[in-house]
């Protein structure tokens, strides 16, 4: 397979074969090098799409892309290129990547996806969280069956949310941290349950914080208020403890909420005096936890009781069932 590829490359694909030193004799190299003189971009960009075109004319193919949100502009133009090509291929080009990211780094992505979206020359799946069961059938497979890894995917699904992302992380953190070993073929945890849903690995906050660090200055101070109200919140709520007008704070969350970043959208809520707001929850806990453990203890106890002042005036005589809760 490895000469037919070859092949292919010489003749549909110079431009790209001189590009792979290692593949070729000196001469060769020298005599491609000079036959490709002087050419350009678009010329490269026909190379590749014939190429794979003939390629998957001959047994066809499937071109895997990986976190295609770390790629370049000329990777997005080549995939674009070669995606809106009408000849006959039996060619499958699946690219992974996290929406999220896409959004932060304002990635060209976004829009490539969208065009060939609206064009009918791709589909997008969203990868479903992962269920209590699909965890401990994850670490099963990692760990082997023991009543420890059924007990701790309970734990870990909670506090993962099912991110399968989070759970590869926390559980790598878990083990490089000698929390989670493999004690005479049985594996075992060496912290208590309940301490694990306070664990943070260094990796997840970083993701997380790089994420958050690239929003507007209002974006960071409503989030960071909204993880002071809880996994899940009103806007009118945060609009009461940082005193901004109720349709701002609705409007910053419904861009959030639209983008997948951070938040989602949960309706509408009516509060005692008749206040109508929009309901919002964070689109994993940790998101939550990460984002409230940012702020200094003096400011989050200012925070925790303007909001419990706000409750107070707003719930009138149900405040009391509110502490209760």
């Given amino acids: ?40 971009q678009e010329r490269m960009m026909r190379e590749f799409a014939e190429a ?12 895997v892309c990986e976190d295609l949100q770390w790629s ?40 490539v996806v969208q065009e060939l ?12 969280l992962f269920t209590a069961a699909e965890v401990a059938e994850y670490l099963g497979r990692r760990f082997g069956q023991s ?12 506090a993962t949310d099912g991110n399968a992302l989070f759970i590869v992380n926390f559980v790598d953190y878990l083990c490089q941290q000698g929390l989670l070993v493999d004690a005479a073929g049985a594996v075992e945890l060496r912290v208590e349950h309940a301490a694990l849903t306070r664990l943070v690995p260094d990796t997840l906050q970083q993701l997380i914080t790089r994420q958050f660090e690239a929003l507007s200055q ?32 609705e409007a910053v969350y419904d861009t959030l909420a639209t ?6 959208g949960e309706g509408m809520a009516q509060l005692p005096d008749g206040t109508v707001t929009g309901q919002y929850g964070f689109r994993h806990a940790l998101y939550q936890q990460v984002l409230y453990e940012q702020i200094g203890q003096a400011r989050r106890g200012r925070l925790h ?6 409750k107070e005036a707003g719930y009138g005589d149900q405040a009391g069932r509110l502490r209760e809760s």
């Fill in 1 to 40: 397979m490895g000469r037919r590829v070859l092949a292919i490359l010489r003749r549909y694909a110079p431009l790209w074969l001189v590009q792979m030193a290692g593949l070729l004799e000196a001469h060769e190299r020298d005599a491609l090098q000079r036959q490709v003189q002087g050419s350009g």
């Fill in 52 to 63: 794979t075109e003939v390629l998957a004319a001959e047994a066809g193919l499937t071109l």
């Fill in 72 to 111: 370049d502009v000329a990777t997005m133009e080549a995939l674009a290129y070669l995606a809106q090509r009408r000849r006959n291929a039996r060619l499958l080009i699946l690219g992974t990547y996290r929406p999220a990211d896409v959004v932060v780094l304002q990635h060209p992505l976004r829009r």
């Fill in 117 to 128: 979206y609206g064009h009918g020359q791709c589909e997008e799946l969203t990868l479903e």
């Fill in 147 to 158: 009543p420890a890894v059924t007990a701790l995917s309970q734990t870990i699904h909670r």
């Fill in 218 to 249: 209002e974006e960071q101070e409503l989030l960071r208020a909204a993880s002071v109200a809880g996994i899940t919140f009103t806007a009118a709520e945060v609009a009461g403890i940082v005193g901004h007008i109720l349709e701002e704070v």
């Fill in 259 to 264: 983008r997948e970043h951070f938040i989602a």
């Fill in 305 to 310: 009781r303007q909001l419990g002042a706000w």
